[in-house]
């Protein structure tokens, strides 16, 4: 089914939980919805279960409008963040309580079930109750509960925070695996994007009540139309800039580390215009050989050295006093030190100018 | 909108939401859900705004007209305004010695970690069930004249002559100990939890700092535990200042609650009572909010929990025997006049001995052999379990209705229903009385209702504390779970969420059923008739009568106390340590 929010609002008296959210949500997409704590992405899934109003705009659901269709008439499967099952209840009650509801036939109510339990591989669990289940069961039976009733849409509010690192990846697979079986049309809501990044087809990137940018999980990595969302989505450095020249091919800026060249940016900059560059710390290439060649180059010094095995940081200081990130894959063997001055270098291509905004305030 | 535009052809084809036939039912539940909410609205508008607004217009009107010349008559009745400043200061002065008890009993409590802790704990909440008017029967045998300490302490030859325990002059005393001994597990309750609320860690902190230990508790504790102790004091003072059995019984008539009670029977002929009755409401009301904002004081929030149990230290053996003493001797004394009554209750030929000299049943098959007697138990079973499920549905939906705000001024609601706890037994009874004489719910005539509503909205604080208490532990999605798959707010009441505060509502309807088991006031004034009297009205009409009616009541007395301890027991063996929240204003 698609989902369409058209100019919804909502408001918590003086404050302004979500901004005008203009959203469509495709039939049959796993759609995220990214942001940190407290940018209205819970409140935006609330409001598609119908558990909370709009202060204004409409929701529509293949076209009908529903925003004044209570909770109950959505036909949502939701799965909590504390996942809400039932403590009272087996894992088989459960996941049979929403079926009942519906007057459906034994039959029928038995077929659900077995469907249901084999997707999420619960059958042997059917009669514990949740609190003789591990964390990842009782993530699964939340998720069959809410699949048993067929739901419009599903709705998934942080499903993975509780569960450990190891059992995150293997249900992030399982919910893969589960929504393409079902076809269900899907909001995940994260604030972890390595899940949205990884499983989403489409990821909705919110900040402060509004949302900033839609995209495929590619293109919001690499054309991220904020600072905001360059520093959201993996790592990066921010640098304030100014134009110097600005073509189509190639912009000249002026940053902290030297005149930088780009060829990665999205509209055309009047010259002497403020910018920020974001660098992502493994785009940065070191002059291993002290050979001062290089696209882009400039020197820093070494502040810090981190290694983490499979790859080693850098932590940077230039003249200007700023700091940067670097991350090396397959560092070569070197003698740098703490305290040595490097030469650097980075691609035209690494470096993104993006129009400097003013940070978001807090919710107004 | 139909179910067809939600049906998604991919989505497998079948129904999502519930069908048609299903949305009526939903309306039919809610419709019957919304109509118990009104009938609860209009109970508590009927038999708690209306009896106070009537004290409070007829203090005010002569003949259709309003005046004020009513207080001044009250102010210069001598024996009114005497009988004001007793309560006052009984009330005072029973506060204050309760907390000089409970004090150093809370600080050990949180503090101090000691073999046999959980069951001395639990001894030292023993007096709250323990009805001070039946320990009141017990006292005045034993500080008689002639009475059990008098003729041991001439045996002992300390004294020569008798000593009037129980004479004019120490009536008071009389009064505000068997109060204080009562009242002192409430006080305890909440220190402990006031306490238990202040991290240690922040203590600590201090300590680090050089903060020397008496500056700590002056600048550290007390303000955090305050408003714990506030919570607790205004409940043992508002108690003891509208206690009716304990003063009637001792028979210092001077208090407040004794001369409304005598009031009742002229009331309509005599304006001064419902003055008095007024007076009394805005100065338990003033009380309570001067407790609540002035004096209770903000309440903070700790940032840190769990770490409580670590600021425990475990006693030694001369801290053990010194914790022992102390509790021990609390105990000890608090049950003293329950000893009493039972001594009394079991005597035969008690006269001019320290002891009675001989022990039957006897008095014990009296009760089962008087009609009054049986009766009271009868009564008081059926009137205390009609209020208590009474409790349940009222105290379960208010608490629901306010802690999820499922209306507009839910928190004016919680305020109502708590205003049983700043409003004394005796007025709600006279308001009763005044109101609805005449009516078909005329006492006079068949007190059953008035009693059972009296009884229930007395203590509905408690119930809807424990629902609410439950409620607030309970996740919000767990009901919006079942929202989501279809289910109405009250099949959601009804399957999810009263299955999960079942052991608050059990606790809850414990406290309830005891407490109106040995309510005094409500029964002793709303209970006209013989045939209707609840157990404490027919102790105390036993305990009135020539002959052996002292020791027949003091049998009953038993009986109701046996019953009480059951039922505590019961609710603090499934409410564990929440126990101390239901006595808190």
Known sequence: MEVVFKGIYKRYGQTTAVHDLNLTIERGALHFLLGPSGCGKTTTLRMLAGLEKPSEGQLFFNGVDVTHQPAVERGIGMVFQNYALWPHMTVLKNIEYGLKLRKLTAGEIQKRIDEVMSITHLKQYADRLPGQLSGGQQQRVALARALAIRPNVLLLDEPLSNLDAKLRMEMRDNILRIHKQTGITTLYVTHDQREALSMGTQVSVMHAGHLVQTDQPRALYSFPKSAFIAGFIGETNLLDGKIVSCDDAEAVVESPVGTLRSKRFNQTFAKGSAVTLSLRPEAVRIDWDKSGLGENYFKAKIDHLTYLGESEQFQLNTDAGLTLKVNFYHAPEHNFLEGDTIGCSIAADDVLVLPTQKEMGPRT | MGQKHLADTKAQGTVSAPEESSRWQRRLADGIGYGTLIATLAVLFFFL????????????????????????????????????????????????????????????????????????????????????????????????????VNLSLMKLEWIDRPIDWLGPDNMFWAVVVLLVLHLYPIMYLNLSAALANVDPSVEEMATTLGVPKWKQYRDIVWPLARPGYFAGAIIVFIWAFTDLGTPLLVGFHETVPVQIFNMITDVNENPIGYTLVFFVILMTVSFFLLSKLALGGKKYEMMAKGHVSSGQKRAGFWGSVAIYGLILSVVVTALIPHLAVIVTAFSDKWFMTVLPQQYTGEHFKQVFESELAINGIKNSFFLAGLSTLLDIVLGLLVAYVVVRRLIPFAGLLDSLVMVPLALPGIVLAFGYVVTYTGTWLDPLHNPVPLLVIAYAIRRLPYMVRSASAGLQQMSPSLEEASTTFGASRFHTLRKVTVPLVTANLIAGALLCFSYAMLDVSDSLILAMKERFYPLTKAIYVLFLEQGTGELVASALGIIGMVILALCIMGASLILGKKMGELFRS
Not at chain 2, 64 to 70: H, L
Not at chain 2, 98 to 120: C, E, Q
């Open chain 2, 49 to 148: 705004v209306l009896p106070v607004s009537v004290i409070m217009s007829r203090a005010f009107i002569k003949d259709g007209e309003f005046t004020t010349q009513y207080f001044p008559l009250l102010f210069s009745n001598e024996l009114l305004m005497q009988a004001i400043l007793n309560s006052l200061y009984l009330a005072l002065v029973t506060t204050f010695i309760a907390t000089i008890v409970s004090f150093p009993l809370a600080l050990i409590n949180v503090r101090w970690d000691f073999r046999g802790k959980g069951l001395l704990s639990g001894l030292l909440l023993l007096p709250m069930v323990m009805p001070p008017f039946v320990g009141a029967i017990g006292i005045l045998r034993f500080f008689a004249r002639r009475g059990s």
